[in-house]
């Protein structure tokens, strides 16, 4: 449905999308990831036809950002990451404004209004000034507004930025239920939200794509490494990467948050199989005092910081 292909966006010598290129599907909710200034409200931006691409296009259905700009804004519903609210208005007058500019008649207007009010949750609201309602209020009211037109593909930029953890859940209810109607574009930074609700992410780092793929097999692929913590006393950390660095399957002995005389190390270790007998049995040779000894299995936190650290 949506193409994008080797699109960039320069400012100056700063490349805030370089050369990234994906499909989205309909139908599909797809999480955008990334840092903060990693260019995902760029990317937004450009795709919504707001900003000019320095170079590439995209394409949805076959029309291209270029020649066919207002064909493509009907199709989308945009909520920026500060959503263009008027704090003085009722959340009713605001959406019936809303309504007029899309154009609707005045009973479709009306029946859109009720219906998006009862989708985002909002009937016990509407003759309330908006700039009474609290942050995740105003935020279902800018779902609302960015879905009066129906439109076939909805971009979302940080819809949860600011709330509360039980005002996140409500708009990730809300998104869950949109995106069985409607393609999706969900940016995000935060990894729980893009889990819960996403059918795939596309993770950007500093302008382009580090990684694209549904959650289950980001996980699998990249989450293959294990991390084995151990705590030593009467240890060094350059005598344990001498013994422990030549196991087959060990990727990195790094030193972990020692104190107290406790040498703590971390122990990547890239292979399918359980290596722990082979570490232990190397740790028996040595005269230290072995305080802790631990594996965990990579999350998606841990991959995403993995594929967007600095080096």
Not at 45 to 67: Q, S
Not at 247 to 262: H, L, M, R, W, Y
């Amino acid at each position: 449905m949506i193409k994008v292909e080797n699109l960039s966006k320069h400012y100056g010598e700063i490349r805030a999308v370089d050369g990234i290129g994906f499909e989205i599907n309909q139908g599909e909710i797809l999480g955008l990831l990334g840092p903060n200034g990693a260019g995902k409200t760029t990317f937004m931006r450009i795709l919504t036809c707001y900003l000019n691409p320095t170079a590439g296009t995209i394409r949805v259905k076959d029309l291209n950002i270029k020649d066919h700009a207002l064909e493509i804004r009907r199709m989308m519903g945009y909520l920026p990451e500060n959503a263009p609210l008027y704090p003085d208005m009722l959340v009713y007058d605001y959406l019936r404004y809303v309504a007029d500019i899309r154009g609707l008649d005045r009973e479709a207007k009306r029946q859109r209004i009720d219906q998006l009010a009862a989708t985002c949750s909002i009937k016990e609201v509407m003759h309330q000034a908006i700039g009474e309602l609290s942050k995740g209020y105003k935020q279902r009211v800018g779902l609302a507004q960015a879905m009066m037109g129906d439109p076939e593909i909805l971009v979302l930029d940080e819809p949860t930025s600011g709330l509360d953890p039980n005002q996140i859940i409500e708009i990730r209810t809300i998104i869950k239920k949109i995106g069985k109607e409607k393609t999706i574009i969900l940016s995000t930074h935060i990894l729980s939200e893009a889990e819960a609700t996403c059918d795939r992410v596309v993770i950007i780092n500093k302008g382009r794509i580090v990684a694209d793929s549904p959650i289950e097999e980001l996980k699998q692929s990249l989450g293959k490494e294990s991390l084995i913590a151990l705590a030593f006393r009467n240890a060094d950390l350059a005598a344990v990467r001498a013994a422990l660095g030549p196991i087959a399957g060990v990727a990195a002995v790094e030193p972990g948050e020692s104190n107290d005389g406790i040498l703590a190390v971390n122990v990547t270790c890239r292979t399918g199989e359980d290596i722990r007998p082979q570490i232990y049995a190397a740790i028996k040779k040595q005269d230290w005092q072995l305080l802790e000894f631990h594996q965990q299995f990579r999350s998606l936190e841990n991959i995403f910081r993995e594929l967007t650290k600095e080096n």
